[in-house]
């Protein structure tokens, strides 16, 4: 078992392209989180998606960001324009049934210059 | 609203030195606590998962316990070595299946040879 993948590892980004953050869960794992982590400061949660379905959103802004799960395929974080205060480390996360832990992968570092 | 707290916010100690960690919580209601671990510019790697239902759990020289009712988790490192210098989060899930971590802000632990 894999774990969770995340891809890319590193993304460079000018100001105003658009990035694609790709994470492929855990086998068997069907509940996929994303959170940001800026520099020096904590995990801060963004979204919470099952498979074709954005369950919970309450952290992601609400302008330029968006996420989906399809049913065949990664879950894509995508962040259209993207300014220098986008630069972070994007962590996605997988569980499986309720009382299982989260299982993170590797993040993707975003630096827009 | 969930609010993890975590203290210290760094310590440094010597080599060989039994040392714990603190996390507290707001919201006793909480499904499970999750204890991870960061190197820099890395990934989370899972610790330990202790349900609400347990008091504590063991994974070799570590050891978390968690009382629900007041809000408060320890996390005990026994005969510390410099591989163990890295940043401790706490996160906890709460009731509702499935919902998003909330993560404490961390311990940067510095294990001095």
């Known amino acids: 078992n894999a774990g969770v993948m995340q891809n890319p590892r590193h993304l460079v980004r000018r100001r105003g392209q658009e990035a694609r953050l790709r994470c492929s869960p855990m086998?068997?794992?069907?509940?996929v989180y994303w959170y940001r982590q800026l520099p020096e400061e904590g995990l801060k949660f963004m979204v919470y998606l099952q498979k074709e379905n954005i369950i919970d959103e309450s952290g992601m802004p609400k302008e330029r960001f968006s996420a989906e799960f399809p049913k065949e395929g990664p879950s894509i974080l995508r962040i259209q324009q993207v300014v220098r205060g986008d630069s972070a480390a994007y962590f996605c996360?997988?569980?499986?049934?309720?009382?299982?832990?989260?299982?993170f992968g590797s993040g993707t570092r975003l630096t827009v210059v | 609203k969930q609010e993890v707290t975590q203290i210290p916010a760094a310590l440094s100690v010597p080599e060989g030195e039994n040392l714990v960690l603190n996390c507290s919580f707001t919201d006793s209601a909480i499904y499970n606590l999750q204890w991870f671990r960061q190197d820099p510019g890395k990934g989370l790697t899972s610790l330990l998962l202790?349900?609400?239902?347990?008091r504590e759990q063991t994974s070799g020289r570590l050891n978390a316990s968690l009382d629900k009712s007041s809000g408060r988790s320890t996390l005990y490192i026994a005969a510390s070595q410099p591989g163990d210098s890295a940043t401790y989060l706490c996160a906890v899930r709460p009731e509702t299946s499935g919902s998003r971590l909330t993560f404490g802000e961390g311990t940067q632990l510095t294990v001095n040879p």
């Open positions: 996360a997988s569980s499986g049934a309720a009382n299982y832990g989260y299982t």
């Open positions: 202790i349900q609400s239902s347990q």
């Open positions: 086998k068997g794992h069907s509940h």
